[in-house]
Nanobody, 115 residues
Framework: QVQLVESGGGLVQAGGSLRLSCAAT????????QGWYRQAPGKQRELVAQ???????TYADSVKGRFTISRDNAKNTVYLQMNSLKPDDTAVYYC?????????WGQGTQVTVSS
């Protein structure tokens, strides 16, 4: 059974930093693309960043230069380092993995950026 557990969210002032973690179990983590998504109130869930099994990365334009996604295959964990946070980054952040042609999501972690 695939499980994803996120941590690291919280309340931070604008300009601050947070690091999110997502630990995976029950999946061939090292062979899969991992992604971070977010959903703000009243908005659709959107891709923030993703990293392939070859560690190629892509980012949403709104976070380029501020966020960094990374992975540690030995720990089955993907990270999202978020710097220079803005109030518009406020959202619930979810990690996603894919296993056997099925997408799996974590429970989400709240990130709130105050102005």
């Amino acid at each position: 059974q695939v499980q994803l557990v996120e941590s690291g969210g919280g309340l931070v002032q604008a300009g601050g930093s947070l690091r999110l973690s997502c630990a995976a179990t029950g999946t061939l983590f090292r062979f899969s693309t991992q992604g971070w998504y977010r959903q703000a109130p009243g908005k659709q869930r959107e891709l923030v960043a993703q990293i392939t099994n070859f560690s190629a990365t892509t980012y949403a334009d709104s976070v380029k230069g501020r966020f960094t996604i990374s992975r540690d295959n030995a720990k089955n964990t993907v990270y999202l380092q978020m710097n220079s946070l803005k109030p518009d980054d406020t959202a619930v952040y979810y990690c996603k993995t894919r296993s056997s042609d099925t997408d799996y999501w974590g429970q989400g972690t709240q990130v709130t950026v105050s102005s």
